[in-house]
């Protein structure tokens, strides 16, 4: 289905996974698309595969990266706004998960730089292209507000994005800040979280698509939503 061709959004960690999937829902609904990953290859191969639904541009580098976030926002300022961000990229950590007492400082600095200062770094950088009432949509887990053995510094980095997107929607009320919780997947990172484990069971990334398209295409408040609440109340207003 096509849709308004207009509006674009930057999506981050678009090579795989979660962000893939996103990337081929918002194709499919006609969004125009600045899409980035670190992976230059991959990222290559979802452009190609994406140009003939929609535009696409792509540029790989790492959001963490002060210099790479830059370069995003002049492409963006390319395309005459910027209508969303989604803020999909991100860092699990060690793989075991370690326990917090074992947790090194340097990988645990590693995971917040990537799962808060990027995503922020990212709104900041891009925050002259933001069109008035554009989304933003940042990626976080049930894993921010609940204590699981093993998942301190994942799950604390998450809780620290949470605050900050609540902060953030608070200190800007022309914009529609959301942080998304899509649930258990079967993704790569999802699987370096139990290594050896069999995740068939969970869920393909992309039956959490359709509450990133709610938030982007309604009017639903700034706030916190969980992926299946929202699809679960889809299908019961069918």
Known sequence: MKHDNHRTALLT?????????IARGLAAWGWNLIITARDADRLREVRDELADRTHVAALAGDVTDAAHRSALAVLARGHAGIDAIVNNAGALGPSPLPRLLDYSLDDLRNVYEANVLAPLG???SLRAELKRGAAIVNVTSD?????YAGWGGYGSS????EQLSA??????????????????????MHQ???PGEDIGD???????????????????????HVAAAIVSGALEAV
């Open 13 to 21: 960690g678009a090579s795989r996974g979660f962000g893939l999937a």
């Open 167 to 188: 902060v953030l929607a608070v200190e800007n009320p022309d914009l529609r800040v959301y942080w998304l919780d899509p649930g258990d997947m079967r993704t790569d």
């Open 202 to 224: 969970r869920p393909l990334p992309e039956a959490s698509v359709p509450a990133v398209l709610a938030l982007l295409e309604g009017d639903m408040s700034s706030g916190r």
């Open 122 to 124: 990212v709104i900041q």
């Open 192 to 194: 370096s979280a139990y």
């Open 143 to 147: 894993a921010g507000v609940n204590a």
């Open 158 to 161: 998450k809780a620290a994005l």
